[in-house]
């Protein structure tokens, strides 16, 4: 946590950078968050319809968000599997109330197409999920946030470390898990904890 708020403090933009009723509407809703919310963090994302979003858009609802990258062939596709596993385990009423976030650590090649791709060969509810590239600058932040250790190969992949985290509403950190051939019955329940509160 002390991570996490080193790095919102680093940065972190002025708040009222323009006069005018939208830019104190946004400063209000910033300050609102929790100090070890990682909406704290002004992160830039695209999605896979390619439509710009931010981290701060994701809240609202408990998120389980993770890195990958689309060209990787084996730890990725087994991380996406095991979130549909996870979400098979939910009621369709708490399905309906989660979402799913993949942000890639490739955004050189990971256009909004190649992340279109992943989303329809996976099957995924893209209602719900949300395939993401950041720029450079962005991934490193993001990685560092979420305890994600990455490094570019000489052959272009990556080796990286796979950790699921569960966000609650605030975007505050309230579980993780590594498994990726299993469903973590910890963070099975954290979520249910999580979809349950009011």
């Known amino acids: 946590m002390k991570l996490l708020s080193r790095l919102v403090l680093a940065c972190a933009p002025a708040l009222f950078c323009c006069p005018g009723a939208p830019a104190f509407a946004e400063a209000a ?58 979400e098979r385990a939910l009621t369709p009423e708490q399905r309906a109330a989660v979402r799913v976030v993949l942000v890639s650590v490739d955004p050189e090649r990971d256009t909004p197409q190649a992340l279109k791709k992943v989303a329809l060969d996976r099957r995924v509810d893209t209602a719900r999920w949300t395939l993401a590239r950041a720029d450079a600058d962005g991934v490193r932040k993001l990685a560092a946030v979420l305890g994600v250790q990455y490094r570019k190969l000489d052959d272009g992949e990556f080796n990286h470390s796979t950790i699921v985290t569960l966000l609650d509403r605030q975007g505050r950190m309230v579980a993780h898990t590594n498994r990726t051939n299993e469903v973590d019955p910890e963070l ?6 999580e979809l349950d509160k009011p």
């Open 29 to 86: 809703a910033a300050t609102a968050r929790p100090g070890d919310s990682i909406y704290q963090l002004d992160l830039a994302l695209t999605d896979q319809d390619a439509r710009a979003i931010t981290l701060a858009d994701l809240g609202g609802k408990p998120v389980l968000i993770t890195m990958f990258y689309t060209s990787c062939k084996f730890v990725c596709p087994l991380t996406i599997e095991n979130l549909q596993r996870l």
């Open 188 to 193: 099975l329940a954290a979520t249910q904890r």
